[in-house]
């Protein structure tokens, strides 16, 4: 497993040296189930606080269509709803925040996935003097999810996310925001989203307790509409940030 690099001073910022010394990078993670709307809030929570995005869903999805050995590895798992195998992820998303844009802070969406991920997650902060400020679980029952995704529609280029009735684009399969295609993604049909819901309560869903165990969880109501949860959202990582920065 790569380790991270050690991080110093830069303008900004300021970076712990020990346990002891401050921190004010947000290191976030986005937690909840498929649909809940993690995209659509990692979108503005980039924006509102300048983080650096690494979203799996989006990184496996270009390895996939660049055929490349991850994305040979990864299709049959994607197609399925299945969850691609710890091995093959973790080494992927500690590479991607071992790299400089990550060095002042990370929003990472859809990792981890399960217990070992969220165990080398740790153990890779905790060599390099860093640690997780915050994990923000949006949360929504399943059968919004399911009426989420059936209607989710995705740009082709940028990954922004529509919704046939909850937020369509204002052209049919266009995308508002650069004039791209928009897309029904192969895992959003009826028995993959159930499949994929299964292995969410089955193999993620524990993270929830594993986090709130150590005291980083933090709950928000994703039934609610997407300016709402962003609020909510917004409001909790600004007092993330400022707690660190006591
Ligand atoms: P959604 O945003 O709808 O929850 P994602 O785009 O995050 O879905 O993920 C799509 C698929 O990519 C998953 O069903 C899974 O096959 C794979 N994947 C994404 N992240 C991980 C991960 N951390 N571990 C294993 N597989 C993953
Ligand atoms: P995730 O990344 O968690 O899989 P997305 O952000 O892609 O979820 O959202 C899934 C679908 O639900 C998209 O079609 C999106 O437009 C829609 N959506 C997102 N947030 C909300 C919300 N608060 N209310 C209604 N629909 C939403």
Redesign the pocket.
Known sequence: MPDLPATGPSAGSVHKESDNALVSELNLILV?P????????AEKLTEDFGLPYFATGNILRAAVADGTELGKKAKEYMDAGELVPDDVIIGVILEALEGEEASDGFLL?GFPRTVPQADALGEALQKVGRKLSGVLL?DVPDDEVVK??S???TCVKSGH???VD??PPKHDEVCDQDGSRLVQRDDDQPDTIRKRLAVYHEQTEPLVEYYEGRDLLRRFD?S???TD?HDHVRATVATLRLEDEL
């Not at 498929?34 to 809030?41: D, F, I, N």
């Open positions: 909840g498929p649909g809940a709307g993690k995209g659509t809030q969406d949006i989420r995704l209607g989710r529609r996310t529509y919704h909850f937020d994703g609610r509409s997407p949860v």
